[in-house]
């Protein structure tokens, strides 16, 4: 993965298209290191876009019954 900014649909659309190369079988054991160290940083980024999203959500949430 590439020291970019990335979106959670672009990683999770990655994600899947590793997935599909590792059960392709087609790659090589360097290629397929690579490919998984790649999955797991995508992984982690999207766990903590989640995590953050979901807290955005809540303190929205509680911010808006403070106010009625």
Not at 11 to 34: F, P, T, Y
Request: charged share 40%.
């Amino acid at each position: 993965m590439e020291n970019k900014i990335i979106s959670y649909d672009k990683a999770v659309a990655r994600i899947e298209e590793i997935v599909n190369l590792l059960e392709s079988g087609e790659k090589g054991m360097d290629e397929l290191s690579e490919l998984v160290q790649e999955a797991t940083k995508l992984v982690k980024f999207c766990k903590n876009k989640l995590r953050t999203t979901e807290s955005e959500i809540s303190k929205a949430l509680e911010d808006n019954e403070e106010n009625q």
